[in-house]
């Protein structure tokens, strides 16, 4: 069992930059991978970064990679999104996810699919203003 809290979020205007963090607790030795998913009303939700645990690879959507970078701090176990040159279109709400699934190594990174991710944090707003 791993429990997820975040913190972070907010409102801000375009061009500016946003970090968000992710906390683990409970059985995190068992954490194989961490991402970030956001979501609009009314539509699914959807990739944004991952990173493996142990390795730390990172994987990005097309639309965030020049952009949003993904952290991890493993003695704290949090993990943290540091987005930078934020765009209207970047609104949403972020959710925080955890995987235990352990990948075989020529698999090249983390899932981009939320379906793979078992432990969620409670999602905060993300807001940017045009």
């Known amino acids: 069992q791993v429990q997820l809290v975040q913190s972070g979020g907010g409102l801000v205007e375009a061009g500016g930059s946003l970090t968000l963090s992710c906390a683990a607790s409970?059985?995190?030795?068992?954490?194989?991978?961490m991402g970030w998913f956001r979501q609009d009303p009314g539509k699914e939700r959807e990739f944004v970064a991952t990173i493996t645990w142990r390795g730390g690879v990172t994987n990005y959507a097309n639309s965030v990679k020049d952009r949003f970078t993904v952290s991890r701090d493993n003695a704290k176990n949090t993990m943290f999104l540091q987005m930078n040159r934020l765009k209207p279109e970047d609104t949403a709400i972020y959710y925080c996810?955890?995987?235990?699934?352990?990948?075989?190594?020529?698999?090249?990174?983390?899932?981009?699919?939320?379906?793979?991710?078992?432990?969620w944090g409670q999602g905060t707003q993300v807001a940017v203003s045009s």
């Open positions: 409970g059985r995190t030795m068992t954490i194989y991978a």
């Open positions: 996810a955890a995987s235990s699934v352990h990948y075989p190594a020529s698999v090249p990174h983390a899932p981009s699919d939320p379906v793979k991710y078992r432990y």
